[in-house]
């Protein structure tokens, strides 16, 4: 059931879209501004108060929507799954950006390029290269195939409750990460870091293995190197990981200095290998569906080991 969940998602997803910043994130944006009224007076225990109140109902009642939904049949429970993890997961969520970004510039379209990475990153980048736009393209891609697809699926498949519970889990938890958890304005407080340091613990055990699946995909002897000797260097432990282990896999330099609203951003360099143009952009494609298949058979494997066991 897990497999066919999955698969079902993905097709569903690639035929139609979910569109997530018209109904899933406005949604997560109400609940949070809720609690955030409600809680926040800029210290971090309230925080957390707020987090826990905000994300674990939500994962708990889907763990007994699912009970139920199974005991009544279990098709409409796959049925359940499938139309969770369509909610939460895919690859389309963001990759409209990458898509975007990759036409413009096969197209020598340098402006439209920049312009749709700002909207992407949240930043201007009317100074930045081909180069500097291929390689926060290739940057964000990582990230975000690892946040939209695999990292919801190691949720799902290891959560030790049955049912979609862990995507529903993992997406808020790195929803409010992201809202919450790099907010520094005085106003706002402590009042979002327990929700990064969570993030932090729930990313640990995902972001390695994603990691590791680049590395079995790509160049595994320099995706190895890379990880093992630059990713501390990156100021996001995580995002060190994941974009050192994408940047050796695929053989491309990453990281190093950037031109963002107007500045320069000293970055250390990732990666080993050439420098990055266009080209890599499929690359990374190829390196992602690599991946996919990779872990749909590790969850068919992981079925017959549970099966046998």
Not at 197 to 213: C, D, K, M, N, S
Not at 248 to 256: P, Y
């Amino acid at each position: 059931m897990t497999l066919v969940s999955l698969m079902l998602a993905l097709v569903l997803e690639q035929w139609k879209p979910f569109k997530a910043a018209r109904y899933l994130y406005p949604l997560l944006e109400s609940l949070g501004q809720y609690f955030e009224d409600r809680f926040n007076d800029g210290q971090a225990k309230h925080g957390a108060i707020a987090w826990c109140l905000l994300v674990l109902p939500p994962t708990v009642l889907v763990a007994v929507a699912y009970f139920l939904i199974y005991t009544t049949h279990p098709f409409l429970a796959l049925l359940f799954n499938m139309v969770v993890l369509y909610c939460t997961m895919g690859f389309r969520h963001s990759s409209h950006f990458f898509t975007r970004i990759h036409s413009s510039l096969r197209a020598q379209d340098l402006p439209e390029a920049r312009k749709l990475l700002g909207e992407w990153r949240g930043h201007l980048h009317e100074l930045s290269s081909t180069n500097e736009v291929v390689r926060l393209t290739i940057e964000e891609g990582i990230v975000g195939s690892h946040r939209q697809v695999f990292a919801v699926i190691v949720w799902f498949v290891l959560m030790p409750v049955p049912g979609p519970c862990g995507a529903v889990f993992y997406r808020m938890s790195e929803y409010y990460a992201r809202t919450w958890g790099k907010r520094k304005d005085p106003a706002f407080g402590e009042f979002g870091s327990f929700a990064a340091q969570v993030f932090e613990l729930i990313e640990w055990l995902p972001a390695r293995i994603t990691a590791i699946g680049f590395s079995f995909m790509g160049d595994f002897e320099d995706a190895a190197h890379c990880w093992r000797t630059q990713a501390t260097l990156w100021v996001n432990r995580i995002e060190g990981i994941l974009l050192s282990a994408g940047a050796g896999a695929l053989g491309v330099r990453l990281g190093q200095p950037i031109h963002q609203n107007g500045e320069t951003i000293d970055r250390p360099e990732l990666g080993t290998g050439d420098e990055a143009e266009v080209d890599h952009l499929q690359s990374f494609i190829g390196l992602v569906r690599r991946t996919l298949v990779l872990n749909l058979l590790l969850v068919i494997l992981l079925g017959f080991t549970r099966v046998i066991g």
